[in-house]
Nanobody, 116 residues
Framework: EVQLVESGGGLVQPGESLRLSCSASGFTFKRFLMNWVRQAPGKGLEFVSHITSSGAYTKYADSVQGRFTISRDNAKNMVYLQMNNLKIEDTAVYFC?????????RGQGTQVTVSS
């Protein structure tokens, strides 16, 4: 069974940092592109970042470029999202998603709340 489990969310103040983690199991992790997406209250899914299967290439949404960094450890079946200089508008539930960020399998999500 394919399983993705996110962790690392929490409540922080603007300007602070968080590191999200996603643990993958049930499939050959190193073969798949992995995404982070988010969903703010009352809004649809928003692409945040992706990383190719080898980790060689990454892509970011304009809204997080320069503040967030995606990485992966294929030996541990983990993907990470380092989030620095968090803003109030980053508040959302964050999901890791396998392959296609819209239709791919995703985890249950982890809540990130940025508030002063």
């Amino acid at each position: 069974e394919v399983q993705l489990v996110e962790s690392g969310g929490g409540l922080v103040q603007p300007g602070e940092s968080l590191r999200l983690s996603c643990s993958a199991s049930g499939f050959t992790f190193k073969r798949f592109l992995m995404n982070w997406v988010r969903q703010a209250p009352g809004k649809g899914l928003e692409f945040v970042s992706h990383i190719t299967s080898s980790g060689a290439y990454t892509k970011y949404a304009d809204s997080v470029q320069g503040r967030f960094t995606i990485s992966r450890d294929n030996a541990k079946n983990m993907v990470y999202l380092q989030m620095n200089n968090l803003k109030i508008e980053d508040t959302a539930v964050y999901f890791c998603v396998r392959d296609n960020w819209i239709t791919g399998i995703r985890g249950q999500g982890t809540q990130v709340t940025v508030s002063s």
